[in-house]
C-alpha cells in the first residue's frame, strides 16, 4: 500500500499525530496536505512530549522525508520557531522538510484579524492564528504564494496589495492598520530559512507514489470541520476530509490506496457550534480530565461527549474509509457506563444519518453499553481487553460498516493494538 491518507472522523485532535507517527516508522515520505498552525499533533516518546503544528508528525522517523504540500497555510514565524525547537530537542527536521512554493504565506496581518474577529459578534472560537484570513486571501487571489519569499520586489508589491484590501476590514474592526515596512521586517529574519526549504512538492509527491514508495498523507483538523462536509459555518477554512488529500498535495484520487479514519472512543470538540452528544455533566468533566482533553494550540478545555455513530458513518461515507483507527479507549475505564449514539430523532422520527442541517432539532439516541475497570494500558491484542471494551469495540466497527485496523489505549508508541498495518504485509 504505498499511499495510505489518516484523516481526523470527528471535529479534530482524535490523536492524528500518534497514528501518523506509527505508521511512518516504514514510511518513505509523509506529507501534510492542507491546514496550519491551527492543528497540534502530539507524540508521546517515553516520557517526552512534542506538539507539531506545521511539521508533519512523521518527523521523529529519521531517514523519512517531509513534506508540506500546497494545500497548506504556513505562518514562516510559527514554522522557524518550530524547527527551532525541535532542533533544541535534537531533532533535524529543516534538513528532510520541503515547503511548496505554492502553500500560502500566513503574515502578520492574517493573525491580527483573526483575532480582531474573535472579539466580536461572528467569533467561532478559531485558534486565532490567522488560518482563515489567509485562505480568504488564497481564494480571492490576493494571497502571497511561498514562492514569493525568494522575490523581495514581488513580496513587497503582493503585501502592500493584500494590506490595502484589507485596511478597510481592519479598520471597521478597530485595529491597528498593518504598515507594510513592518509587515516585510517582520518576517524578514525568517526569509532565507525559508527560501532553501521551498520546492515544487506536487512532482515530488506524485513520484514518489509512483516509484512504489511508502507514502503518508497527514490530514489535519477533522471531518466535521471540513468547510464544505463540516458544521458550517462552524468549521475550518480547508478540507480536511480524504479528497483533500489529493488537491492539496496534488495526487490523483486513483493513486491513493487506503484511507484510514481517526476516531476517538468519544467526542471532543474545541470552540463554537453544535454538539449534540455533549456532556454538562460529571461524565463529561471526568473525560476532560481522564483524557487530558485540553486544546494542544490554545490549551482551551475541550468540550467532551459520547461518540456519535451517524457522525461516524457519515465520516466513514465522505471519505471513503477503508479502516478505522480507534485512539483513547483507555479513557473510559472505571466508568459504570458508556453511551453511543446510534441514531437522531427528528420530529418523533429516528434517523440513523447525521442530521447536519438539522443538528440543533435533533435529539441523540443513545446505547447503553456496561463499563469496565481493568486499565488498559498493557493490551496489545484485543484478546487482552476486558469483554465489555471488546464488545463496545465490536459494535462500532459493524454499526460503522468499517473495520477496525489498530485500537490506542495510551498515548506512548507501544501502548497500541495493531490489526492490519497499512505497510506490513498481513
Ligand atoms: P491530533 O490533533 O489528532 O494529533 O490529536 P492531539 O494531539 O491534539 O490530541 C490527542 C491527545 O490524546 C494527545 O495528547 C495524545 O498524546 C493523546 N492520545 C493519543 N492517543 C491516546 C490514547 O490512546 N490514550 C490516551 N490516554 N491518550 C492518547
Ligand atoms: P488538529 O489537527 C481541533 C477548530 C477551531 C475552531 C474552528 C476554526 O489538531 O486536529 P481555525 O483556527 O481553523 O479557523 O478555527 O476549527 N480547529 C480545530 N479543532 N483540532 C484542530 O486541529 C483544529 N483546527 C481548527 O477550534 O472551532
Ligand atoms: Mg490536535
Not at 72 to 89: A, F, K, N, Q, T
Request: charged residues 25%; neutral net charge; contains cysteine.
Amino acid at each position: 500500500m504505498p499511499a495510505v491518507v489518516i484523516v481526523g472522523a470527528q471535529w479534530g485532535d482524535e490523536g492524528k499525530g500518534k497514528i501518523v507517527d506509527i505508521f511512518t516508522e516504514d514510511a518513505d515520505m509523509v506529507v501534510r496536505y492542507g491546514g496550519g498552525p491551527n492543528a497540534g499533533h502530539t507524540l508521546v516518546v517515553g516520557d517526552e512530549k512534542i506538539i507539531v503544528r506545521l511539521v508533519p508528525s512523521g518527523v521523529l522517523r529519521k531517514d523519512v522525508a517531509c513534506v508540506l504540500a500546497q494545500g497548506m497555510v504556513i505562518d514562516p514565524r510559527s514554522l522557524v520557531s518550530e524547527l527551532d525547537e525541535l532542533e533544541r530537542r535534537g531533532i533535524d527536521a529543516a534538513s528532510r522538510l520541503v515547503l511548496s512554493d505554492r502553500s500560502h504565506a500566513i503574515l502578520p496581518y492574517h493573525v491580527t484579524i483573526d483575532g480582531l474577529r474573535e472579539q466580536g459578534k461572528g467569533a467561532i472560537g478559531t485558534t486565532k492564528r490567522g488560518v482563515g484570513p489567509c485562505y480568504e486571501d488564497k481564494v480571492a487571489r490576493r494571497g502571497i504564494p511561498l514562492g514569493a519569499f525568494r522575490d523581495p520586489k514581488r513580496l513587497r508589491e503582493l503585501a502592500a496589495s493584500a494590506i490595502a484590501q484589507w485596511t478597510p476590514v481592519i479598520a471597521s474592526l478597530g485595529g491597528d492598520v498593518p504598515n507594510v515596512d513592518e509587515v516585510l521586517a517582520a518576517i524578514e529574519p525568517t526569509r532565507a530559512r525559508i527560501v532553501k526549504m521551498l520546492a515544487s512538492t506536487q512532482p515530488l509527491v506524485e513520484r514518489a507514489i509512483r516509484d512504489k514508495k511508502k507514502v503518508v498523507l497527514e490530514g489535519a483538523q477533522g471531518t466535521l470541520l471540513d468547510v464544505d462536509h463540516g458544521t458550517y459555518p462552524f468549521v475550518t477554512s480547508s478540507t480536511p476530509t480524504a479528497g483533500g488529500a489529493c488537491v492539496g498535495a496534488g495526487v490523483g484520487p486513483s493513486r491513493i490506496d487506503e484511507v484510514v479514519g481517526l476516531v476517538k472512543a468519544y467526542t471532543t470538540r474545541v470552540g463554537g457550534g453544535p454538539f449534540p452528544t455533549e456532556l454538562h455533566d460529571g461524565v463529561g468533566e471526568r473525560i476532560r480530565k481522564v483524557g487530558a482533553e485540553f486544546g494542544s494550540v490554545t490549551g482551551r478545555p475541550r468540550r467532551t461527549g459520547w461518540l456519535d455513530l451517524p457522525a461516524l458513518r457519515f465520516a466513514v461515507s465522505v471519505n471513503g474509509l477503508d479502516g478505522l483507527a480507534l485512539t483513547k479507549l483507555d479513557v473510559l475505564t472505571g466508568l459504570d457506563e458508556v453511551k453511543v449514539c446510534v441514531a437522531y430523532e427528528i420530529d418523533g422520527k429516528q434517523t440513523r444519518d447525521f442530521p447536519l442541517d438539522d443538528l440543533d432539532r435533533a435529539k441523540p439516541v443513545y446505547r447503553s453499553f456496561k463499563g469496565w475497570k481493568e486499565e488498559l494500558g498493557g493490551a496489545r491484542t484485543l484478546a487482552d481487553l476486558p469483554v465489555a471494551a471488546r464488545d463496545y469495540l465490536k459494535f462500532i466497527e459493524d454499526e460503522a460498516e468499517c473495520p477496525h485496523v489498530l485500537v490506542s489505549v495510551g498515548s506512548r508508541r507501544d501502548e497500541t493494538i495493531v490489526l492490519r498495518h497499512p505497510f506490513r504485509a498481513s
